[in-house]
């Protein structure tokens, strides 16, 4: 996509014993984008990011970075940073130790270590901890004593694996801010594994999204999200209503076929998020089987000739009581065309 | 995360041969010579084994008091657990050293104590005279009572340890909730106790039963050569008949015996669990 | 309530069972008479000082202190590359090398003792102080290999990628990462090695000879023959000396954490 590719993954198949975890992988990415990997688990992102870490061997296929060929470079010598989940910290060291630890391995001494392991410590907020044990540290502060670890390395790339997945909330937004501060200060190239789709889509220039060892659909977090594909990543975005088409018409998953009005577009299927199910007018009707109140809007589950449907509507309109009949829309205009279904 | 098959196997490997060598290959060699005579696969050694009403009446102690050791110890050991389990926790921490503590000191030296105790002018006899219930000592040492004595002494606390853990975790409310059911503590314990730390009872009766079977100390000091056990008879066979096809037969018993046991007991907690 | 008094009355009467004999060993290690009795007939040190002046007591303590550290140590040596492989390394292979290694645990001592006499120590013509050094270190690779194992398995491998990310080898994030992490489970599996091995008495039945026997077996052989307290205090001084290393080693390290 850009011809400034700094990490290219040519063909890359990886495997784990008899399993293909991974098939022919092409992925381009540039220097300093912040790139995410979606998709559930077993969809092989995290085995292509262990692959580009150099901590499993492909079965076949080329990594490139920086124009070299580091298909066979051994882990240890390819300088590319992991944040991993469980942050990995080494529970018999200090803070300041853990983030010496890789810059001592490269012959780092005196007051050049001390200066380089202070400035990682400086840019995480935790100077003040230097000489503290690492397991007395909370969730969030061992995560960036594992940021600033990977960091003072100068890493090629750096990786991410699920980083906000075990902290909550709040920090959670804290540690989203904070990682798109260091990488456009740094400038380095990020790539975070995740799957949840809110995060990816916050946090990230541009989104691979994968399917059983395959790259499924890649853009910018508005692409994904407005014009998901297929089915499948419309499913993965929070389109709630997903249908196939079939000569013409909306198939459901009883085998009705439905008509809708308006011509439709030239696609295999069409998704409907809940607020784009209009309520209370149109040619469908359908019963209210659930409600909740979700703040600014309604959420409610209708049972219909399409099977179950998820609309959504705003809290200050008045709200459809349970087991009430009312009629609704699935406007043509409003749905995402599909270009794959299943 | 290995993903070099070879560095795996080249940090196993000597260790795998070494217990290859000198142990895995050994005893079987040593098990085949049971059922060899004059070159000739047959079963005649432990045919022959059996016949001697010697080795049958060793055969059947060595099954009974294993047995008894273990049925005893499971009585004892609940009550003791059940009275550790309910102290306070610091109490609880010193009672369960206690029980370990014998456990770390040599087995020769505790059988030993036993000597002192049920010999001729040990405790137990000065104490009889004492009281007139007998004028002459009476024999306990060298009898299957004080090689059960001692057994019990030297196993109990495996059981005790087992059944701890298990009553451990036994759900908080289990015994109060059938209590308040209306249960009587026979109750409680056939219904409540034993289904849920039978894995517990199932891991103490293994090391209790075993143990108590492959003992070979016990049963020299406290049982000499009028109380023969299996491994005793064994020892007896190689040093004083230089007979190896029988001790190779006494073995072959064992360690089937010890096999059976495990799958036994493993078979009758798992069985009892499904219904 | 009945119940109040059963469990301390068991208590006390279980703890006077399994305990009580240690006491009466202690006392009568004190006695200043010349047969072992209790209560015991005055009181003296003299048994107690007889236990350091027995010379074959001195050779065998000493034959016992060797096999007690090299063999914990050689068990150590190859159990801790073998548990490590193990852990990393998930494979049906894996379980075949753990049945292996464990595979001393279940068989009786007396048939480990005599098979490897007859199968491995004569036919390659050991000594006999090198064929009980082999048996003890069989001995204790089971439980060398299960303590390990347990501490390695607390030990999560992405530490070990971690480490490699940074710049490390393999070896390099082994004794950098790993083992300092696993101090403690290979001091608690030294301790348990070494009592173990040290109060072992059925694998060096055979085993031993002229000249070269183990504590425990040379005690069994001087009671057969002299019946005074001196090995009555020999085992109460083993007692408190087993007694002090699992305290310290509780004390220091927590040691039942790992057994």
Known sequence: ?342 | MFQNRAEALALALPAAIFAALVFIVPVLLLLSEGFKVAEQWTLSAFVDFFSQPLNRTVFLRTLKLGAMVTLVAAVIGYATAYAIVSLPAGAKGRMIGLVVLPLMISPVARTYAWIVILGRTGIVNQALMAIGLTDEPIRILFTETAVFIGLLQLFLPLMVISLISALENLPRDAVPAARVLGANWFQVFWKVILPLTREGLVVGGTLVFTGSMTAYITPAILGGSKVLMLETLLYQQVTVANNFVSASVIAFILIIMSVAANILLKRIATARNRT | MTQRLFAPLTLLLVMIFLIGPFFIIVAASFSAGETLAFPPEGFSLKWISKVFIVESFRQSFAVSMFLAIGGTLSALLLGIPASYAMSRYKLPLSETVRFMVSAPIIVPGIIVGLALLRYFVIPIGLSITLALFVAHTALVLPYAVRVVSASLANLRSDMEEAAVLLGSSRLGAFFRVVLPNIRGGILAAFILGFVTSFNQVPVSLFLSGPGVRTLPIDMLGYMEIVFDPSVAALSSLLAFLSIGIVFAAERFLGFSRYV
């Open chain 1, 1 to 342: 996509m850009s011809d400034a590719s700094y990490l290219f993954l040519d063909k890359l198949s990886l495997a784990y014993g008899k399993t293909i975890a991974v098939k022919d992988l092409d992925l381009n990415i540039c220097k300093g984008e912040l790139l995410a990997l979606l998709g559930p688990s077993g969809c092989g992102k995290t085995t292509t990011m262990r692959a580009i870490a150099g901590l499993m061997t492909p079965s076949s296929g080329r990594i490139i970075l920086d124009g070299a060929d580091i298909t066979r470079v051994p882990a240890n010598r390819r300088n590319i940073g992991l944040v991993f989940q469980s942050y990995a910290l080494f529970p018999h060291l200090t803070v300041f130790e853990n983030v010496a630890f890789g810059l001592k391995l490269h012959g780092l001494r005196g007051e050049e270590l001390t200066r380089r392991v202070e400035d990682g410590l400086e840019t995480v907020g935790l100077a003040a901890f230097a000489n503290r044990k690492t397991p007395e540290l909370s969730g969030g502060q061992q995560q960036r004593v594992a940021l600033a670890r990977s960091m003072v390395m100068q890493p090629k790339v750096l990786m991410l694996d699920e980083p906000l997945s075990n902290l909550d909330a709040r920090l959670r937004l804290e540690m989203r801010t904070e990682l798109q501060r260091v990488q456009k200060e740094s400038g380095v190239t990020m790539i975070f594994v995740t799957h949840d789709q809110v995060e990816a889509l916050a946090l990230a220039d541009r989104i691979v999204v994968m399917r059983d060892g395959a790259i499924e659909q890649i853009g910018t977090p508005e692409e994904i999200y407005n014009s998901p594909v297929s089915s499948f990543v419309a499913d993965f975005v929070g389109f709630e209503n997903v249908f196939a088409i079939s000569d013409g018409r909306l198939s459901t998953k009883d085998g009705a076929d439905i008509a809708l009005a308006g011509t439709l577009p030239k696609a295999k299927g069409l998704a409907w998020r809940p607020r784009a199910i209009e309520l209370g007018t149109g040619p469908f009707t359908g019963v209210v089987r659930g409600v909740s109140f979700a703040g600014g809007t309604r959420e409610y589950v209708l049972e219909s000739r399409f099977g179950s449907i998820k609309a959504e509507a705003d809290a200050k309109l008045p709200g459809y009581p349970l087991n009430s009949e009312l009629a609704f829309d699935m406007p043509v205009a409003a749905a995402a065309p599909l270009q794959r279904f299943g």
